[in-house]
C-alpha cells in the first residue's frame, strides 16, 4: 500500500485509513523535504503504532534550492538514518530516490548516482548510503547521548545510532555531527567486553558545500571508554569487535 508522496496532508491521512483498514502489512511512503525538516524530525516514527503496518520509506531525499548534491543535505539524511535506525522495528526499509541519471539526459535532480559514457560518477549522498548500507547491522542497541550544552538545537546535530552485526559480532557507532567545530567525544560502552582495542573508523567530512568527496577509512584505539574527535561536518562510522553484550 502507499501514503501518497508526502509526509503529511490528505493522501498521507486517507492512505493510512485504507492500510489500517484493509490491514494492509506495508505502506510505502514518499517525502523530499529541507535539511532543517529532516533534522527537526528526528522522532518522526517513534510515535508509530508498533503492532500495526510496517514502513517502507520507498523515497526520500534533503533538498535544497537548486537540488544540489553537497555534504550539506547528505549529513541531513545521515541524521535521519539514524533515527530510521532507532525505528528499526517500524521501519524496515528505506531507499534514497532517483537512483540513477545519465548526464544531459535528466529529468529530476537530485539524484543519487550520475553517469555518461565513459564513468560512472557517485555523489556524496551515495557515500552515506553506502556506510550505512555497509554497517546496517541486525539488533539496534539503546544509548544515551550527554552533551555539554542543554541546546536542542545542538542535540538535533550530533545524532547517534549503535548497532550489533550478529554475523560478524561487530558493534557499529555512527556519530554524525552537523556543527561548525570538532566535537570531542567520550564513548562508554556499558555492558560490552570488547574484543580488540583496535577499530575500523571510517570518517566523511568536509565543507558544507562540497559535493566531491569521499569516505576514509583509519584505525583508532578503543575499550570499554574511549575518545573520538568528530571533525566539523561529518559522519563518522566505528566498527568495534567485541565478545559479548550483558
Not at 540513477?100 to 548510503?129: M, S
Request: glycine fraction near 8%; aromatic fraction near 10%.
Amino acid at each position: 500500500g502507499t501514503a501518497g508522496p508526502f509526509n503529511e496532508g490528505t493522501d498521507y491521512e486517507e492512505g493510512w485509513e485504507i492500510v489500517d483498514r484493509l490491514q494492509v502489512p506495508m505502506v510505502d511512503e514518499h517525502y523530499y523535504q529541507t535539511p532543517g525538516w529532516f533534522l527537526n524530525n528526528q522522532h518522526f516514527y517513534d510515535f508509530y503504532d508498533r503492532q500495526g503496518a510496517k514502513v517502507y520509506l520507498g523515497e526520500y531525499a534533503a533538498h535544497l534550492p537548486g537540488r544540489p548534491n553537497n555534504l550539506e543535505v547528505a549529513l541531513a539524511e545521515a541524521a535521519y538514518m539514524t533515527s530510521l535506525e532507532r525505528n528499526g522495528d517500524v521501519v524496515s526499509m528505506a531507499s534514497y530516490a532517483p537512483l540513477l541519471a545519465k548526464e544531459g539526459h535528466t529529468q529530476w535532480n537530485p539524484d543519487l548516482i550520475y553517469f555518461n559514457n565513459r564513468e560512472v560518477k557517485p555523489t556524496v549522498n551515495y557515500y552515506v548510503q553506502q556506510l550505512f548500507g555497509r554497517n546496517a547491522g541486525d539488533e539496534y542497541l539503546p544509548g544515551t547521548v550527554k552533551l555539554s550544552s542543554p541546546s536542542e538545537d545542538i542535540a538535533k546535530r550530533v545524532p547517534v545510532s549503535a548497532v550489533k552485526d550478529c554475523k560478524t559480532g561487530d558493534l557499529i557507532l555512527k556519530l554524525v555531527n552537523i556543527l561548525p567545530t570538532a566535537t570531542r567525544t567520550q564513548v562508554r560502552l556499558n555492558g560490552i567486553e570488547v574484543g580488540n582495542a583496535r577499530a575500523v573508523k571510517t570518517v566523511l567530512s568536509g565543507a558544507l558545500e562540497d559535493t566531491d568527496l569521499k569516505p576514509r577509512t583509519s584505525d583508532c584505539e578503543v575499550g570499554r571508554e574511549f575518545t573520538c574527535e568528530l571533525p566539523a561536518y561529518s559522519l563518522t562510522v566505528i566498527r568495534i569487535k567485541i565478545k559479548s553484550v550483558y
